[in-house]
């Protein structure tokens, strides 16, 4: 599945369309502790958390994460909606809890 | 090393927003000289890490990376107050971060273990009171 296919399900709020849709989802990935993200998450993952800041763009980027999804309702502040946008980075919102998010994309895969 | 590309930045002290900035232009001028997207990802991870250290415990500092056809050299130095266990800080899970670092999703003990874990060579050189400066090589 391609993040433009995620994106086309209609699940999920649009934050940051990125620049790179065609890319393939390969794995999922939850974690909310950036250190540990930085340390774990996949390259090509849908990586799912609550924390959104400035950080987690940075952490997105760096680990080659195919997408961001913020579950729980979490949100971007405007500063960090920016940033997604400059530097291309997915990011997809949703009220739906990490689990169900999680299992959702997974299914998809 | 006469060969050598050599980068340099300076770290600002106290500003998480900007944290991140030297190793994402590490990252996409890596990528543009065909560095491979395994080992792009490992200089950049270690890098990451170290900057955000030095945003956190240290006031900033200075990162300079050098890049041959056969390493990645990464050396990061700071003037911050040491790290007086180093064993210790090695450790996963043991932080000395504070609670506001931790609320931003950091401090969760696991930067000098990712650093280690994404290098082929480290080597931490502190003096309490003094600074620290970390060296880590990326083989290509």
Not at chain 1, 19 to 39: H, P
Not at chain 1, 71 to 88: I, N, P, S, T, W
Not at chain 2, 11 to 32: H, I, M, Y
Request: glycine fraction near 8%; hydrophobic fraction near 45%; charge should be negative.
């Amino acid at each position: 599945m391609t993040v433009k296919d995620l994106m086309d399900t209609g699940k999920f709020q649009v934050v940051s369309p990125g620049d790179d849709t065609e890319r393939v989802i390969e794995k999922v990935f939850c974690c909310d502790l950036l250190s540990v993200a930085m340390g774990r998450a996949p390259s090509g993952c849908a990586w799912v958390t609550v924390m959104g800041n400035m950080n987690t763009l940075a952490v997105a980027s760096l680990t080659d994460a195919a997408c961001v999804i913020l579950a729980e309702g979490a949100a971007l502040d405007e500063v960090a909606e920016k940033k997604a946008a400059q530097q291309g980075i997915t990011v997809l919102a949703t009220e739906e809890p990490i689990f169900e998010t999680a299992m959702g994309i997974y299914q998809s895969l | 090393m006469e060969d050598a590309i050599v980068l340099t930045y300076e770290v600002s002290p106290d500003d998480f927003t900007r944290a991140g900035e030297a190793s994402s232009d590490v990252k996409s001028k890596l990528k543009q000289m065909g560095v491979s997207p395994e080992a792009v990802r490992k200089v950049a991870i270690a890098m990451y890490e170290g900057e955000i250290n030095m945003v956190i415990h240290a006031k900033g500092g200075e990162i300079t990376v050098s890049i041959t056809p056969e390493q990645i050299t990464m050396v990061l130095a700071d003037v911050g107050p040491g790290i007086p266990d180093v064993e210790l800080a090695m450790k996963a899970g043991y932080s000395t971060a504070p609670d506001e670092i931790r609320s931003l999703g950091f401090g969760a003990g696991m930067g000098l273990p990712n650093m280690k874990k994404y290098t082929d060579e480290m080597n931490i050189d502190t003096t309490v009171g003094v600074g620290t400066t970390i060296t880590m090589v990326v083989k290509l």
